[in-house]
C-alpha cells in the first residue's frame, strides 16, 4: 500500500501541472497537440497524469534549448 500512495504523489494531475507551470489547460493540451508537451500516462479513465521525473526531464531539455 505504501508504494501505492508513493507512485501517486510521484504523478501530477493535469491541473497540478498547469498550476507548476503556471500555463492554462488549453495551452497544455495545444503543446500535447503539438508533441511538445511532457511525456503524459493516460489512465483507464481517460485523466491524465505526468510523472515528476517525466517533468524534470522535460524542464531540463527546455533549458538545454534555451
Not at 39 to 60: A, K, Y
Request: proline share 3%; charged share 25%; glycine share 4%.
Amino acid at each position: 500500500m505504501a508504494a501505492t500512495v508513493t507512485r501517486l504523489h510521484a504523478m501530477l494531475t493535469l491541473s497540478e501541472l498547469c498550476t507548476e507551470l503556471q500555463i492554462s489547460r488549453s495551452t497544455f493540451y495545444d503543446w500535447r497537440q503539438k508533441g511538445r508537451a511532457p511525456r503524459c500516462i493516460t489512465l483507464p479513465n481517460g485523466s491524465l497524469r505526468v510523472r515528476r521525473t517525466d517533468l524534470e526531464s522535460w524542464l531540463n531539455a527546455r533549458e538545454d534549448a534555451a
